[in-house]
């Protein structure tokens, strides 16, 4: 798909209910001709507060059929298993989903806005180091502030290096007061640790997704409601740097992919994935 070299101005969302305040960042991917100028916004942003919404990267409806083809396929995805799944906070797990034929469209497994941003960001050798089902069960509390991930925490160094890997969550259902939404600390990659309260808990829709640094501070808030809340969580990583994953997640696979999706893509594309472990 070619970029526009336009230089329009990316549209900002801003619904009448659960208006975001104007200082929320949040760019729109709905206008094809400002495609440019909204990469250019969201990493701006990411360099600035740490994290941005993307809203309009993906169709609600290719969504809503991904939902329902999750559903049907991992009836247990709320079912907490500390051997499959990964995370240690309580009511909230990444667990493995296969990239099949459904969950492997690309709007939905590498959206165009998200290779864009990685490659301002990350490089243009940017890899797939996973990509889950990233689940919020009824009843799970808040969690506490915490960073994604570090390379030198004892150093206290990481505010002055560039971005090593962004964490990118795509909602199946509304993230919202309910459901639970993710709080951050805007800033917080930059100064190295949280302060006070969260200062943005962005509402966020199907067909829209959250991307941030992974040294950005943030907490998932708790689900109120009676029903899951899954997103489609992704990381993307330079190519030296690889997320561990706890030694009790022993059944855990971060990236699983059939095998005649991965050998449809292209070189280029079967490099990014290629830490993905094939099935048939």
């Known amino acids: 798909m070619t970029q526009s070299n336009t230089t329009a101005m990316p549209s900002i969302v801003d619904t009448p209910a659960d208006a975001p305040p104007a200082s929320e960042p949040r760019v729109s991917f709905a206008d094809p001709d400002g495609f440019d100028a909204a990469v250019a916004a969201a990493v701006a942003a990411i360099r600035r507060d740490g994290m941005v919404v993307l809203d309009d990267v993906a ?54 806005a998200y290779r864009a941003i990685a490659r301002a960001l990350l490089g243009d050798g940017y890899m797939v180091d996973s990509i889950g089902l990233l689940v919020a069960v009824p009843g799970a509390p808040d969690q506490i502030a915490h960073a994604d991930g570090h390379l030198f925490p004892e150093a206290n160094l990481e505010p002055l290096l560039p971005t090593f890997a962004l964490a990118c969550s795509m909602p199946l259902v509304r993230m919202d007061g309910v459901s639970g939404r993710t709080a951050f600390w805007r800033g917080s990659h930059r100064k190295g640790k949280a302060h006070g309260a969260h200062d943005v808990a962005p509402v966020v829709d199907p067909g829209s997704a959250l991307i941030w640094d992974f040294r950005t501070y943030h907490c998932g808030l708790a689900n109120t409601g009676t029903a899951p809340r899954p997103t489609i969580f992704t990381v993307l990583s330079r190519e030296w740097w690889v997320e561990m994953h706890p030694p009790e997640a022993t059944r855990y696979e971060k990236l699983l992919m059939q095998r005649d999706v991965h050998a449809a893509l292209s070189k280029r594309d079967q490099h990014r994935f290629h830490r993905a472990t094939l099935v048939d």
């Open 59 to 112: 169709d609600p409806a290719v969504v809503a059929r991904c939902h329902d083809h999750i559903r049907a396929t991992y009836p247990e995805l709320a079912t907490p298993d500390r051997e499959r799944n990964y995370g240690p906070y309580a009511g909230r797990h990444c667990m493995p989903m296969v990239l099949d034929t459904t969950l492997a469209d690309r709007a939905l497994m590498l959206p165009r």
